[in-house]
């Protein structure tokens, strides 16, 4: 089953562009979702299907995959994006159905 | 509104059980698979289990598999999670989520702790 990377933590200024990297081996085959959790909260979905933002979810998030690594993009970062992200997929051919990345800490700084 | 409410957290002792419940309002439930999100204190989101819309297909992490039971009562909109010999490191804040089209989970509840210890 799959196993998804994420870098434990990104730091970004005010006004700036903030990339998170979620990698595994062709996981450009698969759909790719993120979350955004705050502290004390549930995950909130913020990307499906790779690139697609739920209702309610700014333009400045967006994703994208390819290859073996797919990225959410958080452009003109404001502190109230500071949060945990984390990847997901939906591993239709295992009994393992939902897999989760280990979770990047961003950081405003 | 789409609204998932869980119940039936608690503190338990290892060995114990305990039987979570997910209540769900403002869609058609009988319609989406059904998930069991966990995260244990400080670290970070793992899947547990998860149901067809008809309860047709479970399946479970390798970490509880043989130990918890996923179901759902479609006529009372609502799913739950039969959780048997606890472990210490089955501690953890369980979310209920929906199940969308790309697979992934679109609504969360707002969870409930649950707490093994001796």
């Known amino acids: 089953s799959y196993v998804l990377t994420q870098p434990h933590s990104v730091s970004v200024a005010p006004g700036k562009t903030a990339r998170i990297t979620c990698e595994e081996n062709?996981?450009?085959?698969?759909?790719v979702h993120w979350y955004q959790q705050k502290p004390g909260r549930a995950p909130v979905l913020v990307i499906y299907?790779?690139?697609d933002r739920p209702s309610g979810i700014p333009e400045r998030f967006s994703g994208s995959n390819s290859g073996n690594t797919a990225t959410l993009t958080i452009s003109t970062v404001e502190a109230g994006d500071e949060a945990d992200y984390y990847c997901?997929?939906?591993?239709?051919?295992?009994?393992?159905?939902?897999?989760f990345g280990g979770g990047t800490k961003l950081t405003v700084l | 509104e789409v609204q998932l409410v869980e119940s039936g957290g608690g503190l338990v002792r290892p060995g114990g059980s305990l039987r979570l419940s997910c209540a769900a309002s403002?869609?058609?439930?009988?319609?989406?698979?059904m998930n069991w999100v966990r995260q244990a204190p400080g670290k970070g989101l793992e899947w547990v289990s998860s149901?067809?819309?008809?309860?047709?297909?479970?399946y479970y992490a390798d970490s509880v598999k043989g130990r918890f039971t996923i179901s759902r009562d479609n006529a009372k909109n609502s799913q739950y999670l039969q959780m048997n010999s606890l472990r210490v490191e089955d501690t953890a804040v369980y979310y209920c989520?929906?199940?969308?089209?790309?697979?992934?989970?679109?609504?969360w509840g707002q969870g409930t702790l649950v707490t093994v210890s001796s």
């Open positions: 989520a929906r199940d969308s089209a790309y697979g992934e989970y679109d609504y």
């Open positions: 403002g869609f058609t439930f009988d319609i989406y698979s």
């Open positions: 149901i067809s819309s008809r309860s047709s297909y479970t």
């Open positions: 062709n996981i450009g085959s698969k759909s």
């Open positions: 299907n790779d690139s």
């Open positions: 997901q997929v939906w591993d239709s051919n295992s009994d393992h159905r939902g897999v």
